[in-house]
């Protein structure tokens, strides 16, 4: 008799895949390529005083989370340190987080009806039970704060325009924007992690690129059971079974921007807290971040690396390159109002982060138009809303969705939310905000494949 899960079971297996595949792991006997770099000194950051409002705090810790950071060896001595917990309590975290991923199977097809609060919420009560009420805010703003990777750093100012040169991403808008010394150069439109496995926020960085990077199943019930891939076994470059594509960039623990992803995986879920890209799209950014980090690296080179495909590569950056990884769902650029849909349903569209982000363009509400008034606030209620189409409370999570149908219970295991019901984006041009915002896309990489041409059509006979 086939099983359901608990739509939470699907956020645990998430960590199955998302350890495995978003998550920087060595790379054995890599060869390790420098080019020649003559620059060495780090890319500016901004300033750490201006803490982000939306950064580790609201990060939503679930198992997956404490699973992936449980692969980190330095993560269990940390939390003895820092949090005084015991080696029982340590390891008691660990077991929980491992049995409920070695429970799973990873599934595939139609959305289930779960949510990221959902997940939180499960999550929290285990940690409670085992750390105690005292420790486990704190133990929640540990783990928050590591996976951000430094969330403090964001700018404070919603919209900020990069003075310096870096990478930006922000997650609701599915866009991967390239500053090179404060002018945006080049725009991706890219795929981002399920809401059950969202992509964090936070300030990174990038200090290498690893072409031809090959992926190892792990030793996991779902492995064996996909029938595709066997635990130990390793999966080559190349090969259809390899999720990462011709590269991947680490990004700080436990996230990548990685290739592999097909067209229609842009602009919409697609990864386990990951950046996902086209491989075209990939070797692009390859030669953009190289770039950046003051490590050219040649078309003729990315060329040789691919008809080498068994062979990795890391090459090493000069310098880092800062990786800004936002979630902004309210964006004033080019003098319109873009108002973003809040998958990952953190309360994020109100109207009170509506009046602070036009002010931060010296606009107030009153400034606006009746007309203009009642088209924003009618559009900010409409994107107020999940992936799955439920509005968000007051508490950043969704309203609980309705029971799974008979449909539903007949799969076996559970499915992750792959797709966005209904419309992701409004756009209201506003007269007061002319001229003003966040700059447009620029060189616009969709990841689309180039069209074939249309037969002339056959000459009527006279």
């Known amino acids: 008799m086939k099983r359901f899960l608990h739509p939470f079971a699907s956020v645990v297996l998430l960590a199955l895949v998302f350890v495995t595949a978003c998550q920087p792991v060595p790379t054995g006997n890599a060869n390790t390529t420098n080019t020649a770099t003559t620059n060495t000194s780090s890319s500016p950051t901004p300033t750490p005083a201006a803490a982000n409002s939306t950064g580790a705090a609201n990060l939503p810790v679930t198992l ?82 590591r996976w951000a990777g430094g969330a403090g750093a964001l700018p404070s100012k919603p919209n900020s325009v990069p003075t310096d040169t870096r990478i930006v991403v922000n997650a609701p808008a599915y866009r991967m924007d390239v500053f090179e010394n404060g002018q945006l150069v080049k725009t991706y439109r890219v795929g981002i992690g399920y809401p059950e496995f969202p992509l964090p926020q936070g300030l990174r960085k990038a200090s290498s690129i690893i072409f031809n990077p090959t992926w190892t199943p792990p030793d996991e019930p779902w492995v064996e059971a996909s029938g595709k891939v066997k635990v130990g076994e390793k999966v080559e470059a190349g090969s259809p079974l390899n999720p990462l594509g011709p590269v991947k960039i680490p990004i700080g623990l436990p996230s990548l921007i990685h290739g592999g992803k097909s067209p229609a995986k842009l602009g919409t879920f697609a990864s386990h807290g990951c950046v996902g890209l086209t491989n075209a799209q990939v070797l692009e950014v390859a030669q953009d971040i190289g770039r950046l980090g003051g490590t050219e690296i040649k078309p003729e080179e990315i060329a040789a690396y691919g008809k080498k495909k068994t062979e990795t590569k890391n090459v090493k950056l000069g310098r880092d390159v800062p990786v800004e990884l936002r979630y902004e769902t309210i964006v004033v650029e080019d003098g319109k109002l873009h108002i973003y849909r809040d998958v990952y349903d953190r309360n994020t569209n109100t109207e009170e982060n509506l009046r602070a982000v036009l002010e931060a363009h010296g606009v107030s509400l009153s400034d606006l138009s009746e007309p203009e008034r009642v088209q924003v606030l009618e559009a900010l209620s409409a994107m107020a809303r999940d992936a799955k189409g439920n509005p968000t409370d007051g508490d950043g999570a969704a309203t609980p969705s309705p029971t799974p149908s008979k449909k539903a219970d007949k799969r076996e295991g559970d499915r992750v939310t792959r797709t966005v019901k209904g419309q992701k984006e409004v756009v209201i041009e506003i007269a007061a905000l002319r001229g003003k915002g966040y700059p447009a896309p620029v060189n616009l990489s969709g990841g689309q494949q180039p069209q074939p041409k249309k037969a002339a059509a056959p000459k009527k006979r006279a």
């Open 64 to 145: 997956p989370v404490l699973d992936a950071m449980f692969t980190d060896e330095a993560f269990a001595g940390e939390l003895k340190s820092r949090l005084q917990l015991t080696d029982e309590q340590v390891e008691r975290l660990r077991k929980i987080a491992r049995e409920e991923t070695a429970s799973l199977r990873e599934g595939e097809g139609e959305d289930h009806e779960g949510s990221t609060a959902e997940a939180t919420k499960r999550a929290a009560e285990k940690i409670k039970e085992v750390v105690g009420a005292e420790k486990a805010a704190s133990f929640t703003a540990f783990v928050g704060e």
